[in-house]
Structures are given as C-alpha cells and as structure tokens.
C-alpha cells in the first residue's frame, strides 16, 4: 500500500514555494459521517464523496490526522491491506459526531479540522515585516522558515494569534499547518 505525500521542500527559495502554492487548486468540503466513505482504491485510499459523487485519494498527512483522533497508532497501517484499511477507518467514522472539514489540494484530501493554516498568506505576512525570509521548508505537516534577520520582537504585526507558531528561535518560525 502506498500513502500520498504532497509536494515536499528542503531550504527552498520563498519565491519558488510561493509560486507552488498559489498554483495548487485547494478547497474544502464540510462532511457529516452519512455524507461519505473510505474506499479501496487499489494500492490507495479514497474518500468518497456522496453529494457530490467525487473521489479524493488520502493523503498520509490526512491518514495520521484520522487515526490518531481515534486513538489508532498510525504505524499499525503498514500491516493491512487497502480492503482492511478502509474498512476500519469507516467503521472508526461511524462514531465521528462532529462535522467534518476536509482540506482539499489538487483533488487530494490533505487534512481535516477546523482550520488548516493558509501559508501563502502566512508567507506574505512575514515578508511584508522586517524578517526577511532567506529559505522554506515545507511538507504536508510544517512549514518552516529561516530568516534573514532574527527576531526582535514576537509575534510579527499583521499575524493573528491563531499563527501561533510551534517553535520560535533567533531564526526560524516553524508552523504546524493544522
């Protein structure tokens, strides 16, 4: 089986990950657990969309989110098959009494919660400070990224406290993206 993973930068210019990201097609769909499911798609999972008869492969990004909501130990994935796979993760959305927020990019579900962190506007707003941004690194996951100048002062005018980064130093502002 094998898990999608979107598009993974190393100390990257800010301008090559920013034309990226405003290039992909994202959107998000707000799902009750009657409104789809996890279904076999192969060597991938799909969620399956029923109002819009849509199919969107899951990302490992989306697969750990899930799993670990329920308390399921993501390494546990590698020892069933597609089938089993989606079939524990519909049985786990039956007891899902919330709606659900689905993140999409590209027609890839990538995560799911109440708010997923926009970076290119999280990017933008930086760049407009004084904090000069020398590389990015970024995954489904995080993005972090070194500065040319270090902080004086935190948080950076303009962002609002739901940016709250994961991990501030000197130069680097590391973010989780849900």
Known sequence: MFFIEGRQFV???????????????????????????????????????FNNNKEFLIRKSFLNKYLKK????????????????????????????????????????????????DDVE????????????????RNDFFVELKLENCFDEYPIDGLSEELSPALVSEDTIKYKLD
Not at 11 to 35: A, G, M, Q, T
Not at 122 to 137: D, P, V, Y
Request: avoid cysteine.
């Open 70 to 117: 329920f308390k399921f130990p993501p390494k546990l994935v590698v020892k069933f098959s597609p089938e089993t796979l989606s079939h524990i993760l519909n049985d786990l959305s039956i007891s899902y009494e919330n709606n659900l927020n689905v993140f999409i990019e590209n027609n890839e579900a990538v995560s799911f919660g109440k708010t997923r962190i």
């Open 11 to 49: 100390n990257e210019r800010p301008e090559v990950v920013i034309d990226y990201l405003k290039s992909l097609d994202k959107s998000s769909l707000k799902l009750n657990s009657e409104d789809f499911k996890f279904i076999n798609r192969g060597k991938f999972i799909a969620l399956q969309v």
């Open 122 to 137: 999280l990017i933008m707003l930086i760049q407009k400070s004084e904090n000069r941004i020398k590389s990015i690194t």
